[in-house]
């Protein structure tokens, strides 16, 4: 199985999650393209999505799939994004796609949050993908001061503009060894919108993709 199999034996396992009736969140990434095709052949079974980015948002309409906004709803019990990378504590880098910030809100708001993912992205140790933070445009040099003091060395993502008008700096040479406390020092950097750590707010169910089937690992925090 290639990796592109492997991503949509993920993706069609988190489709055994979505009930009828259901406003399902949506992540974004080529393996949750597979999990929004899925739902394309559920369509009218469920109640709509909501979309953590643009570009899933308009392959959810393709289908014909409500999109719902998150101000509309007061709660969403399923969240279906890929990742990055993920460890075995179920932290996650993610925002290789750049919708990082959008990503996050809508997985604050899930009751619970299904990481699909092919084998490839389970690590011991996060760091070894680039860290994407989101920026404020003006921010830029400064933010950039500051991730070198934290020891990384940021590139910013070139011709890149995220849905909310913002730049990303990817940040190479980090190695993870506390996902939480750097989730929340690199945020509270002034002019950083959000970084891709997912540590806070992490997985709760990870679909994990091997050529021998996809594994169902649930967290082990509360
Ligand atoms: O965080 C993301 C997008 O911002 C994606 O989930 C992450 O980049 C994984 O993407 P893919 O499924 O294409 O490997």
Redesign the pocket.
């Known amino acids: 199985m290639n990796q592109d199999e492997l991503?949509k034996a993920a993706a069609r396992a988190a489709l055994d999650y979505v009930e009828d009736g259901m406003i399902v969140g949506v992540?974004?990434?080529?393996?949750?393209n597979h999990f929004i095709d899925g739902l394309g052949e559920m369509r009218g079974r469920i109640a709509g999505a909501v979309s953590s980015s643009e570009a899933s948002a308009r392959r959810l309409e393709a289908y014909g799939i409500p999109l719902v906004e998150l101000n509309d709803v007061t709660s969403l019990q399923l969240y279906v994004?890929?990742?990055?990378e993920i460890d075995g504590g179920f932290a996650m880098i993610?925002?290789?796609?750049?919708?990082?910030t959008r990503?996050k809100i809508v997985a604050a708001v899930a009751d619970r949050f299904i990481c699909i993912c092919d084998q490839s992205k389970l690590v011991s140790c996060l760091g070894a993908f680039p860290l994407p933070v989101e920026v404020i445009p003006m921010a830029r040099a400064y933010v950039e001061r500051r991730l070198a003091r934290i020891g990384g060395r940021p590139v910013l993502r070139e011709g890149f503009v995220t849905d909310n008008g913002n730049v990303i700096l990817d940040v190479h040479g980090l190695r993870i060894a506390e996902p939480q406390r750097l989730e929340a020092e690199i945020n509270q950097i002034t002019g950083v919108v959000t970084n891709?750590l997912f540590a806070l707010r992490g997985a709760d169910l990870l679909l994990l993709a091997t050529p021998s089937g996809v594994e169902r690992r649930a967290a082990a925090r509360p």
Not at 94 to 100: P, S, T
Request: aromatic residues 0%; charged residues 25%; negative net charge.
């Open positions: 991503k992540g974004t990434g080529s393996t949750v994004d890929g990742a990055d993610k925002g290789g796609g750049g919708a990082l990503e891709g």
